[in-house]
C-alpha cells in the first residue's frame, strides 16, 4: 500500500499547499482512493497521479477543509468525458447524515455512494470500514485494508475512546493533530499532538503521521509532544510526503 500525502494543512491551505488530501495507491496501477478533497487538493494531485486514472473519493465529513475542491472535480471529469479522456464517471463515498451527500452526484460525471457504520466498503483492492467520530458535524474515520496492509485515518475528531478497538494494531495511523497540548478541552472536535500519540499507543499503530497541521506554533513541538505518548516511527505531515509498505 502506498499513501501519498497531497495537503496536510488544517482549516485551511498554506501557501502553495492544500488542506486534507491523501492519495491511497496499491502500486500495482489499479484503483485508487483519494480521501478528501479539500483546498488546493486538484491542484497538488497532477503532481502525483493522472486526473483521469482516478475514480474513488472517500470523504470523511463535509467541511471545506475536506471537500473544497469537490465541485471542481466533478467538473473537471465533466469535461474529461467530453473530451473522450475520461470514460467512466467519479465515485464519490460519504455519509448521508447530512443534505451534503447530495451534493455529490453531478450529472453523469459523478456519483454519490453511500458508506455507514458497520457496513465494510470493497473498492478495488482496498476494504474500507468507517466508524462515526466526534467532531461539530458528523464525521467518520476510517480504517483500509488492502494485501494484509492496514492504514488508519481518523478525519477529524476529538479524543473517542472507540477509536482505539477501531484502529487495533493498524500499520499506519494517519492521525488529526490540530492542535498543541495546551490547547486540550479548549476547542472542541480536535485532537492534541499527545492525544494522537496516546491513540497510536493504546492501539498498537505500526507508525504514526501527524497531519491537519495548524497555522501557528512551531510544528516540531507537535513532534515531542506526540513523542512522549509513543515510542513507535512519528512523522509530521508535508505535501508529498510518501509512506509506502
Ligand atoms: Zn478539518
Ligand atoms: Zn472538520
Known sequence: MKLTIIGCWGAYPGPGGASSGYLVENGDGGE???LD???GVLSKLYEYTNLNSLN???LSHYHSDHIADV?????????????????VPLSFYGHTLSDSFN?????????????????PVAIGPFTLNFKAATHPAPAFALRIESGGISLGYTGDTEWDDNLIEFFKDVDLLLCESSLYNKFKGMVEGHLTAGEAGILARR????????????????????????????????????GGLIWES
Request: charged share 20%; glycine share 8%; proline share 3%.
Open 32 to 34: 485508487s482512493l483519494l
Open 37 to 39: 478533497c479539500g483546498s
Open 56 to 58: 474513488n473519493i472517500v
Open 71 to 87: 465541485g471542481c472535480l466533478q467538473y473537471a471529469a465533466k469535461v474529461q468525458m467530453s473530451l473522450n479522456e475520461r470514460s
Open 103 to 119: 451534493n455529490l452526484t453531478y450529472e453523469d460525471a459523478a456519483i454519490g455512494i453511500p458508506y455507514k457504520e458497520g457496513v
Open 203 to 238: 492501539a498498537n499503530a505500526g507508525e504514526l503521521i501527524l497531519t491537519h497541521l495548524p497555522h501557528f506554533g512551531d510544528h516540531s513541538e507537535l513532534l515531542a509532544e506526540a513523542k512522549q505518548e509513543y515510542i513507535g516511527k512519528i512523522s509530521l505531515a508535508f
